[in-house]
């Protein structure tokens, strides 16, 4: 539920008659912040904002998990000029977990969302996030995992099995394999396990690959971290 949608039937009143726009220009806390059209800006949301405005929809979806009500016609006709999304997530293509609404309901145009099996990076998926961060101005790189992860569990019974897949799913799973290697033996769940070390592997690539990336970082303007968002609780814990 996002904070509009949050028993708050004036708050919804207000954005409906004020729209996207004059919103963002009132001191509308928290994560819902609609993207700007006309103007061609980037998001003011520092990297810190942007980690908490996404931490506090996840607490949002955690506590009250109800689909949100933003109207989505208005939303989609005040970003459809221009996009500013205020933090980039490379997600697993998991069904159950989609960033948008774990990350407490937001509407079009506020994420830029990069999704693949086992939440990795390649080419493409570099190439997306650097779009992201150096084009539209996102201040925030989060590589989701989540727990009982096939992608993962693939890869995790090649170090076990020698287990191998049809197509390209044991090529795409390939990367995962030096944090499968890493993991086996640790305490608790392997495949848990290896998608948090996958993810962490998979955050430090991003600024090691990119000198893109790297200088944004370096000057302040971008921060990445690595998270694992929890199947059965809805919780996303941030990994150091
Ligand atoms: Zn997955």
């Known amino acids: 539920m996002c904070k509009v949608c949050e028993g708050d039937s004036a708050g919804r009143r207000n954005f409906l008659k004020f729209g996207a726009g004059a919103l963002a220009a009132a001191a509308f806390a928290g994560a ?14 520092s990297p810190d904002e942007a980690l908490a405005a996404l931490r506090d929809g996840n607490a949002r979806y955690v506590s009250n998990p109800e689909l949100c009500s933003i109207d989505l016609a208005e939303q989609r006709a005040s970003v459809a000029g221009h996009q500013a999304p205020w933090a980039t997530v490379i997600a697993c293509a ?3 977990s989609p960033p948008e609404l774990i990350f407490g309901g937001h509407g079009v145009g506020e994420l830029f969302v990069a999704r693949n099996a086992g939440n990795l990076v390649d080419t493409a998926t570099l190439g997306t ?38 197509g390209a799913i044991g ?20 495949v848990n396990n290896t998608a948090k070390k996958s993810a962490q592997r998979t955050a430090a690539r991003l600024t090691a690959q990119s000198t893109l990336i790297s200088g944004l970082v370096g000057e302040g303007k971008l921060k990445i971290g690595a998270a694992v968002y929890d199947l059965e609780s809805g919780a996303v814990t941030y990994l150091e």
């Open 32 to 45: 819902m912040r609609p993207a700007r059209a006309a103007e061609g800006a980037p998001t003011s949301l």
């Open 94 to 96: 998991d069904s159950r």
């Open 129 to 166: 996030v650097e779009y992201g961060a150096a084009v539209l101005g996102s201040p925030l790189i989060v590589v989701l995992a989540h727990t009982s992860c096939g992608a993962v569990k693939a890869a995790c019974d090649v170090v076990l099995k020698n287990a191998t897949y049809p």
């Open 171 to 190: 090529t795409m799973i390939e990367p995962i394999l030096p944090a499968a290697l890493a993991a086996r033996g640790e305490e608790g769940d392997y």
